[in-house]
Nanobody
Framework: QVHLVESGGGLVQAGESLTLSCAASGSIFSINRMGWYRQAPGKERELVARIPSDGSTYYADSVKGRFTISADNTKNMVYLQMNSLKLEDTAVYYC???????????????WGQGTQVTVSS
Protein backbone atom coordinates (compact mmCIF):
# COMPACT_ATOMS: atom_id res chain seq x y z
CA GLN A 1 0.00 0.00 0.00
CA VAL A 2 1.04 3.56 -0.71
CA HIS A 3 -0.05 6.61 1.26
CA LEU A 4 0.33 10.35 0.85
CA VAL A 5 0.00 12.49 3.95
CA GLU A 6 -0.11 16.27 3.82
CA SER A 7 0.62 18.72 6.61
CA GLY A 8 1.08 22.42 7.09
CA GLY A 9 -2.29 23.89 6.21
CA GLY A 10 -3.93 26.53 8.34
CA LEU A 11 -5.36 30.02 8.63
CA VAL A 12 -3.20 32.97 7.61
CA GLN A 13 -3.73 36.57 6.68
CA ALA A 14 -3.33 37.90 3.18
CA GLY A 15 0.30 38.57 2.36
CA GLU A 16 1.61 35.96 4.75
CA SER A 17 3.37 32.70 3.96
CA LEU A 18 2.68 29.04 4.54
CA THR A 19 4.53 25.85 3.70
CA LEU A 20 2.80 22.58 2.88
CA SER A 21 4.53 19.22 3.16
CA CYS A 22 3.60 15.85 1.75
CA ALA A 23 5.17 12.53 2.59
CA ALA A 24 4.77 9.45 0.45
CA SER A 25 5.16 6.18 2.30
CA GLY A 26 4.56 2.50 1.87
CA SER A 27 5.61 -0.03 -0.70
CA ILE A 28 7.17 2.41 -3.16
CA PHE A 29 9.35 1.29 -6.05
CA SER A 30 9.59 4.59 -7.90
CA ILE A 31 7.99 8.02 -8.00
CA ASN A 32 7.57 9.61 -11.39
CA ARG A 33 6.05 12.92 -10.42
CA MET A 34 4.74 14.76 -7.37
CA GLY A 35 2.61 17.84 -7.21
CA TRP A 36 -0.06 19.92 -5.56
CA TYR A 37 -3.65 20.53 -6.61
CA ARG A 38 -6.26 22.65 -4.93
CA GLN A 39 -10.03 22.85 -4.86
CA ALA A 40 -11.94 25.90 -3.74
CA PRO A 41 -15.63 25.71 -2.78
CA GLY A 42 -17.79 25.40 -5.86
CA LYS A 43 -14.83 25.05 -8.17
CA GLU A 44 -13.08 22.20 -9.89
CA ARG A 45 -9.80 20.81 -8.64
CA GLU A 46 -6.91 22.54 -10.36
CA LEU A 47 -3.20 21.90 -10.72
CA VAL A 48 -1.11 24.32 -8.70
CA ALA A 49 2.41 23.03 -9.23
CA ARG A 50 4.21 19.81 -10.06
CA ILE A 51 7.75 18.53 -10.09
CA PRO A 52 8.74 15.48 -12.12
CA SER A 53 11.58 13.22 -11.15
CA ASP A 54 13.96 15.23 -13.37
CA GLY A 55 13.48 18.27 -11.13
CA SER A 56 11.82 20.53 -13.68
CA THR A 57 8.83 22.45 -12.39
CA TYR A 58 5.45 23.64 -13.60
CA TYR A 59 3.30 26.32 -12.02
CA ALA A 60 -0.18 27.54 -12.67
CA ASP A 61 -0.17 31.13 -13.88
CA SER A 62 -2.07 32.21 -10.79
CA VAL A 63 0.76 31.21 -8.47
CA LYS A 64 3.87 31.91 -10.54
CA GLY A 65 6.35 34.04 -8.65
CA ARG A 66 4.62 33.40 -5.32
CA PHE A 67 4.71 29.63 -4.84
CA THR A 68 7.71 27.33 -4.98
CA ILE A 69 7.55 23.56 -5.23
CA SER A 70 10.45 21.40 -4.17
CA ALA A 71 11.10 17.76 -3.49
CA ASP A 72 13.38 15.62 -1.40
CA ASN A 73 13.66 12.41 -3.36
CA THR A 74 15.61 10.70 -0.60
CA LYS A 75 12.64 11.12 1.73
CA ASN A 76 9.85 10.84 -0.86
CA MET A 77 8.60 14.26 0.14
CA VAL A 78 7.30 17.27 -1.72
CA TYR A 79 6.86 20.78 -0.39
CA LEU A 80 4.95 23.85 -1.46
CA GLN A 81 6.23 27.17 -0.18
CA MET A 82 3.44 29.71 -0.55
CA ASN A 83 4.31 33.39 -0.24
CA SER A 84 2.24 36.53 -0.61
CA LEU A 85 -0.93 34.56 -0.09
CA LYS A 86 -4.13 36.01 -1.48
CA LEU A 87 -7.77 35.50 -0.54
CA GLU A 88 -8.26 33.53 -3.74
CA ASP A 89 -5.66 30.98 -2.62
CA THR A 90 -8.16 29.69 -0.07
CA ALA A 91 -8.83 26.05 -0.88
CA VAL A 92 -8.23 22.48 0.13
CA TYR A 93 -4.78 21.56 -1.13
CA TYR A 94 -4.15 17.99 -2.23
CA CYS A 95 -0.86 16.25 -2.69
CA UNK A 96 -0.62 14.08 -5.80
CA UNK A 97 1.97 11.59 -6.97
CA UNK A 98 2.41 9.05 -9.75
CA UNK A 99 3.92 6.06 -8.04
CA UNK A 100 4.93 2.59 -9.05
CA UNK A 101 4.58 0.26 -6.11
CA UNK A 102 6.80 -2.69 -5.35
CA UNK A 103 4.08 -5.04 -6.55
CA UNK A 104 3.09 -3.07 -9.63
CA UNK A 105 4.36 -2.49 -13.15
CA UNK A 106 2.76 0.83 -13.99
CA UNK A 107 2.60 4.24 -12.38
CA UNK A 108 -0.67 4.94 -10.57
CA UNK A 109 -2.14 8.21 -9.34
CA UNK A 110 -2.23 8.61 -5.57
CA TRP A 111 -3.83 11.44 -3.60
CA GLY A 112 -3.50 12.74 -0.11
CA GLN A 113 -6.48 13.48 2.08
CA GLY A 114 -6.18 17.22 1.61
CA THR A 115 -5.25 20.08 3.89
CA GLN A 116 -7.22 23.29 4.28
CA VAL A 117 -5.57 26.61 3.55
CA THR A 118 -7.61 29.66 4.47
CA VAL A 119 -6.43 33.17 3.71
CA SER A 120 -8.23 35.98 5.50
CA SER A 121 -8.18 39.72 4.92
Amino acid sequence: QVHLVESGGGLVQAGESLTLSCAASGSIFSINRMGWYRQAPGKERELVARIPSDGSTYYADSVKGRFTISADNTKNMVYLQMNSLKLEDTAVYYCHAKIRSMSGYVYIDYWGQGTQVTVSS
